[in-house]
Nanobody
């Protein structure tokens, strides 16, 4: 059974830091790219950052470049996103999703085949 377990959300002050984790099971880690997506109230789900563990390719949404870092730990079958200097506009429910690695540089939610549950990130000003 494919499972993605997202964790690490919470309340953080602007300028602080937070790390989200996505633990995956039920498939070979290298067979899928893993992405972080977010959905704010009234907005569509958008790709934040994606990574293909097979070749290390990464994608970042422009607004998070230089602040967020995605990484993967093969030994733990876990993908992380380190959120540094978050801003109030980063407030959203964050989801991790698994997609065919060919889509990693597009990092679009419609390409995700499997989803984890969301974790709420609230950034206070």
């Amino acid at each position: 059974e494919v499972q993605l377990q997202a964790s690490g959300g919470g309340l953080v002050q602007a300028g602080g830091s937070l790390r989200l984790s996505c633990a995956v099971s039920g498939f070979r880690f290298d067979d899928y790219a893993i992405g972080w997506f977010r959905q704010a109230p009234g907005k569509e789900r958008e790709g934040v950052s994606c990574i293909s563990s097979s070749d290390g390719s990464t994608y970042y949404k422009d607004s998070v470049k230089g602040r967020f870092t995605i990484s993967s730990d093969r030994a733990k079958n876990t993908v992380y996103v380190q959120m540094n200097s978050p801003k109030p506009e980063d407030t959203a429910v964050y989801y991790c999703g698994a997609m065919d690695p060919v889509f990693v540089l597009e990092c679009q939610s419609q390409e995700a085949q499997f989803w984890g549950q969301g974790t709420l990130v609230t950034v206070s000003s």
